[in-house]
């Protein structure tokens, strides 16, 4: 197993989620829905799909759902938890190519025939999701208009992002990816503090965790945010999107655009 004790939480404290008054994203269609791609189904799929097809659960922090090259059991539509794709980079280091939040899907391979995943899906803030066994998927999938639709358009944000991130990770400065990825992380979880230890970081980032710390000692100088302890408390939003890289908005405007 590739992944093996490699998890970049195994040693991480959970993560802790308050809440604040982040904004709630928008919702386009279906004001009741939580996932964003549930949301512009039209009302009857959606409580067909609630009653009988999808089931909420808890996931936790640390929690893998998918390894790679392993079989894709649940696709999960994540209301309120964040799960992060990951790829291994050789035997002691994985990287984050993508983060799903309530915006997506996990188990996207499922929407292009394939019942294998290609990465490992690791649950970086723990919450609740919506998922649907695999079988149920693939025979609403192939019937359901208005969710192809959604997920084909999901797919296209999701790309856009795995190759924003693909070009981050070779160009640009850790400090700027960190910014980039403390906001990320923000809007997904709609809270401005949570828990990340260093060693997590540097998995996600790509990093030592030296340079985790120096990463994060520039950001915290310039008083942006706040980290002790494995905490992480966002303190100037907007100067922190004018620290990170360009790659932060031109993911999330296409994504904007796309609920508008
Ligand atoms: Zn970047």
């Keep these: 197993m590739l992944f093996q004790n490699l998890s970049p939480v195994a040693n991480g404290p959970p993560a802790a989620l308050p809440r604040n008054q982040h904004p709630r994203p928008r919702v386009a269609k279906q004001p009741s829905a939580a996932n964003l791609v549930l949301a512009v189904l039209p009302r009857k799929d959606y409580q067909r799909l609630l009653t009988g097809l999808l089931e909420p659960v808890e996931l936790t922090y640390g929690q893998v759902l998918y390894e790679p090259a392993g079989q894709i059991g649940h696709v999960y539509f994540p209301t309120d938890c964040l799960v992060s794709l990951l790829t291994a980079v050789d035997k002691n280091r994985t990287l984050e190519v993508g983060m799903v939040g309530n915006e997506g899907m996990v188990g996207m391979p499922m929407v292009l025939g394939i019942g294998v995943s290609a990465v490992q899906a690791l649950v970086q803030g723990s919450g609740t999701a919506l998922r649907m066994s695999a079988a149920r998927f693939r025979a609403e999938f192939r019937k359901n208009l208005p969710l192809q639709r959604a997920l084909f358009h999901y ?86 999107e004018a620290a990170a890289c360009t790659c932060y908005r031109i993911v999330k405007d296409l994504q904007d655009s796309a609920q508008a």
């Design 155 to 240: 797919t296209h944000l999701l790309m856009a992002q795995v190759s924003q991130t693909a070009a981050c990770n070779r160009f640009h400065p850790a400090e700027a990816r960190l910014a980039r990825w403390l906001l990320m992380t923000s809007d997904r979880l709609r809270a401005d503090e949570f828990r990340l230890t260093h060693e997590f970081l540097a998995h996600m980032l790509g990093v030592r965790r030296v340079g985790v710390t120096k990463a994060a000692s520039v950001l915290e100088r310039r008083e942006l945010i706040d980290y002790s302890r494995g905490h992480i408390r966002i303190l100037d939003r907007k100067r922190l």
